[in-house]
């Protein structure tokens, strides 16, 4: 199913995003030079690279958190500045700031994901919940959706703010490194809803990890940073340079450490 | 002035009833706003803005202008002065709060004590006098009441997004800056119309207070809503009661129900059988 998404992928007209020629520097250190990035509709993009690479920082300009020296970032067609309906655009955060001690249900957390979306001062209606519950039951937490979550695992609760972001029905999804120390279980919900985001509604997915062995088989493309573009391709050319992604764990973070 | 209702012993009375209406109101409106501003780590600022607002009446005092006005304009840019230190990151919550804080009571003393000293008038605003509250001051904090209220309901949902979790609003294109700048009025509006009336301790304390019994209780923010204000209205009519029984000044007691509420539920819940037995084991 997933390589239909893929040989169906339009071309860069219709990109959710595209970044062109992004240079980014704090002070005189540079951190990103002429960086190209493109996600198309139902494509599913890992962002890989060493520690220091400028990820983070890509992700940001990427957000619109950080203005780039030189280069531009469309997104839905749009500059991003120009962008108002920010909730097409779900985002993961790497720590969300969430307190671990909020009296907070998984449902309310959720439901804050669907705001984006539905505009901030309408009620919520049975739409919105339908959208909410759904987004709960594609990462395996219907059973605990009135739970507090400061009661849930690591795991689980990052797979609440995954669902945060898919109750905005985002069509373009950003995960800052989501499976960082999460167990096996949540590992294998989020592959499944990952896949069933792009495949359901024609997302595109852009996921910044250094373990990409849980999604090794649904990747599209991906593209390895280190301050520029320094690969961006299938999964099977990185093999044939004999970097592997998921089923010897560790080939792709040593081969990236082997990068700096 | 307003008919005395048919209530019982302590309440009987008119100035009591006043008092009991008025202090509902705040146990209602105070513990609402608290339950964000707890959220959001900002449990003093109520008691900062309170200090600022101090700052404001010694300011009327000393230039002839109606002190509440005064207030009420100190408070709400001491409130929109903290927020913006804090998002700016210019400075911690708690720093920011300090700032304002000091200053402000200092500058409050200087301004009252250069027109003629520190009177029971401006000691009022501290510790309010909620047994005088006339019908006007009562209107006025109803209004305030249902103004407080409704901004709550129309705002919740994007308030709780924004105090637990505002760099993910911020990216989802949520109204951070506005939704902290709404919270941080209302808390200054708060504090000035209720600290005449029941003083600015006491509408800082039920900001907070009955918010740490209603944490240890819910399992949602919504029941921490309802509970924060249960407690809050509790803690009122249980202290108005008392201080009316017993001769105590009632804002002070009102706020020593709500400080004993929650060591009563804090000790409930450590008061499993085990709990107590491991307890008594150690003498």
Redesign the interface.
């Known amino acids: 199913m997933r390589s239909e998404a893929r040989s169906a992928a339009p071309d860069v007209a219709d990109a959710l995003l595209e970044a062109r020629g992004i240079r980014f520097a704090y002070g005189s250190a540079t951190v990103l030079e002429d960086v190209d990035l493109t996600v198309r509709p139902g494509e599913f993009v890992a962002l890989v690279g060493p520690n220091g690479s400028g990820k983070t920082t890509l992700l940001r300009v990427l957000l619109a958190a950080l203005r780039p020296a030189a280069g531009s970032v469309r997104i839905l067609g749009r500059p991003i500045e120009a962008l108002e309906e920010r909730g097409r655009i779900g985002y993961v955060p790497q720590r969300p700031s969430l307190a671990p001690d909020v009296p907070a249900t998984v449902r309310e957390i959720v439901a804050s994901g669907r705001l984006a979306r539905r505009g901030w001062f309408r009620p919520l209606r049975a739409s919105d919940q339908t959208a909410i519950d759904h987004a709960i039951a594609s990462v395996g937490l219907d059973g605990l959706a009135g739970a507090p979550i400061g009661r849930l695992s690591g795991g689980q609760q990052q797979r609440v703010f995954i669902a945060r972001a898919f109750a905005s029905e985002p069509e373009l999804l950003v995960l800052d490194e989501p499976i960082a120390g999460i167990d096996a279980e949540s590992q294998r919900r989020f592959r499944d809803s990952l896949v069933h985001l792009i495949d359901e509604h024609r997302a595109g997915v852009l996921l910044v990890s250094h373990e990409l062995s849980a999604v090794a088989d649904v990747i599209d493309r991906v593209v390895v940073l280190k301050r520029r573009v320094v690969f961006d391709g299938p999964p099977a050319r990185l093999v044939a340079e004999g970097v592997n992604l998921g089923v010897h764990a560790g080939d792709l973070p040593l081969w990236l450490e082997g990068l700096r | 002035m307003i008919a005395a209702l048919p209530l019982p012993y302590p309440f009987e009375l008119g100035f009591m009833q006043r008092a009991l209406v008025a202090g509902i109101v705040v146990g209602t409106f105070g513990p609402l706003i608290g339950t964000f501003l707890v959220?959001k780590?900002m449990s003093l600022i109520g008691d900062g803005v309170g200090h600022v607002a101090f700052a404001g009446v010694g300011a009327g005092l000393f230039a002839g202008i109606y002190p509440l006005w005064t207030a009420l304009g100190f408070a709400v840019v001491g409130a929109l002065g903290v927020e913006w230190l804090r998002s700016r990151r210019r400075a911690s919550g708690d720093l920011a709060l300090a700032l304002f804080f000091y200053s402000g009571i200092a500058l409050g003393v200087v301004l009252a004590s250069a027109r003629g000293g520190v009177g029971t008038s401006v000691l009022g605003f501290l510790f309010g006098q909620p047994l005088t509250v006339d019908d006007a001051e009562l209107v006025l904090i109803l209004a305030l009441g249902v103004v407080v209220a409704t901004v709550m309901l129309?705002?919740r949902?994007?308030l709780?997004?924004v105090v637990?979790?505002?760099?993910?609003?911020?990216?989802?294109?949520?109204?951070v800056a506005a939704a902290n700048g709404v919270l941080a009025v209302l808390t200054a509006v708060a504090v000035v119309a209720a600290m005449q009336v029941v003083g600015i301790l006491l509408v800082a304390a039920l900001m907070v207070l009955p918010v740490a019994s209603?944490?240890l209780l819910?399992?949602?923010?919504?029941?921490?809503l309802r509970f924060a204000v249960a407690v809050g209205v509790g803690s009122v009519v249980i202290g108005l009661a008392a201080s009316r029984i017993w001769g105590l000044a009632p804002g002070g007691t009102i706020v020593l129900v709500a400080g004993a509420t929650f060591f009563l539920i804090a000790a409930a819940r450590h008061a499993v059988p085990g709990g107590i037995v491991t307890e008594g084991s150690d003498r």
């Open positions: 959220q780590r129309l705002l949902r994007v709780f997004a637990t979790d505002e760099d993910w609003s911020r990216v989802a294109g949520l109204p209603a944490q819910a399992r949602s923010f919504g029941s921490t």
